[in-house]
């Protein structure tokens, strides 16, 4: 539950308020006049703020060349990118007058908006539960595009450790060790299981103990050592590009909604 406190409640509270605020305005120019998203004095100002909201945080990558401009540093920046496209979805409902869509434009605005937010939030989730679910589990740490050199090492180790043994640790080295230190193994089961069945898959270890002699069993004890480093190798490798295949469910379609917003709201402006 730790995961879902908000690092900066005061982001939380003032864009709630913002949002009220903007639903306030909304039903005041409501009871006035038949709501028209088409109209600066009602829809068209939110759809507006929902595009330049959109616009921030499609900004977000760019903070660094920015120099932090405006937010200044960038866990601001975060937030705002964050909490803006709440926002931004909210002030399309606005815009809408929370109705569904009578055109093809407006129901891809809507779709796309509502995926912006849902896979933003998602990644939310994402960036704080799997460094701790890591981070309280592994204890091996590696940089994601080192990995595959890593494995590659340890395999080159292993290679080394059983030249020279017996026939029995060779054939158990090549027939249940070797493949799986052959390159990065991902698997989607590291989400449930992070050790993804570590004790089960180091169980045969335990077993070829009794067919080796004394002077073997360092051996492979290491053995054992650097196969152990490899599933956490995996694991890491797995968690990590969940983070990398979730900027794809993200960007490019918040790049697309901003390009749709845009062509919009200039084909409202030029025909009104």
Same mark, same amino acid.
């Not at 982001?11 to 913002?18: E, G, I, N, Q």
């Not at 080192?146 to 080159?156: G, H, T």
């Given at each position: 539950?730790?995961?879902?406190?908000?690092?900066? @409640?005061?982001?939380? /509270?003032?864009?709630?308020?913002?949002?009220?605020? /903007?639903?306030?305005?909304?039903?005041?120019?409501?009871?006035?006049?038949?709501?028209? @998203?088409?109209?600066?004095?009602?829809?068209?100002?939110?759809?507006?703020?929902?595009?330049?909201?959109?616009?921030?945080?499609?900004?977000?990558?760019?903070?660094? #060349?920015?120099?932090? %401009?405006?937010?200044?540093?960038?866990?601001?920046?975060?937030?705002?990118?964050?909490?803006?496209?709440?926002?931004?979805?909210?002030?399309?409902?606005?815009?809408?007058? %929370?109705?569904?869509?009578?055109?093809?434009?407006?129901?891809?605005?809507?779709?796309?908006?509502?995926?912006?937010? &849902? *896979?933003?939030?998602?990644?939310?989730?994402?960036?704080?539960? =799997?460094?701790?679910?890591?981070?309280?589990?592994?204890?091996?740490?590696? =940089?994601?595009?080192? =990995?595959?050199? &890593?494995?590659?090492?340890?395999?080159?180790?292993?290679?080394?450790?059983?030249?020279?043994?017996?026939?029995?640790?060779?054939?158990?080295?090549?027939?249940?060790?070797? #493949?799986?230190?052959?390159?990065?193994?991902?698997?989607?089961?590291?989400?449930?299981?992070?050790?993804?069945?570590?004790?089960?898959?180091?169980?045969?270890?335990?077993?070829?103990?009794?067919?080796?002699?004394?002077?073997?069993? #360092?051996?492979?004890?290491?053995?054992?050592?650097?196969?152990?480093?490899?599933?956490?190798?995996?694991?890491?490798? *797995?968690?990590?590009?969940?983070?990398?295949?979730?900027?794809?469910?993200?960007?490019?379609? *918040?790049?697309?909604?901003?390009?749709?917003?845009?062509?919009? =709201?200039?084909?409202?402006?030029?025909?009104?």
């Amino acid at each position: 539950m730790k995961r879902l406190v908000p690092k900066k @409640p005061v982001w939380l /509270a003032a864009s709630a308020a913002v949002g009220l605020f /903007a639903l306030g305005i909304a039903f005041w120019m409501r009871s006035g006049n038949p709501w028209n @998203p088409g109209r600066v004095a009602g829809g068209l100002l939110f759809g507006v703020a929902a595009a330049l909201l959109v616009l921030s945080s499609i900004l977000h990558p760019l903070r660094r #060349p920015l120099l932090g %401009f405006p937010f200044g540093t960038a866990q601001r920046w975060t937030q705002f990118h964050i909490y803006g496209g709440c926002l931004s979805f909210l002030f399309v409902l606005i815009h809408e007058g %929370f109705r569904l869509p009578s055109g093809t434009v407006g129901w891809l605005l809507l779709i796309l908006s509502a995926w912006a937010t &849902l *896979s933003g939030l998602l990644g939310v989730w994402l960036q704080k539960w =799997i460094p701790a679910l890591m981070a309280g589990n592994l204890r091996v740490e590696a =940089i994601f595009e080192r =990995i595959p050199e &890593l494995i590659a090492k340890l395999q080159a180790e292993a290679n080394a450790l059983v030249e020279g043994s017996s026939e029995v640790l060779d054939r158990f080295y090549r027939d249940d060790v070797e #493949p799986a230190l052959a390159g990065v193994q991902v698997s989607w089961d590291y989400l449930v299981d992070i050790s993804g069945g570590r004790e089960r898959r180091l169980a045969p270890f335990g077993r070829m103990a009794a067919f080796l002699t004394p002077e073997e069993k #360092p051996r492979l004890e290491d053995l054992k050592a650097l196969f152990a480093e490899k599933l956490e190798l995996d694991a890491q490798y *797995s968690l990590q590009r969940v983070l990398r295949l979730w900027i794809l469910l993200h960007v490019p379609p *918040s790049v697309l909604l901003f390009g749709l917003m845009l062509y919009h =709201i200039t084909v409202n402006l030029y025909y009104r």
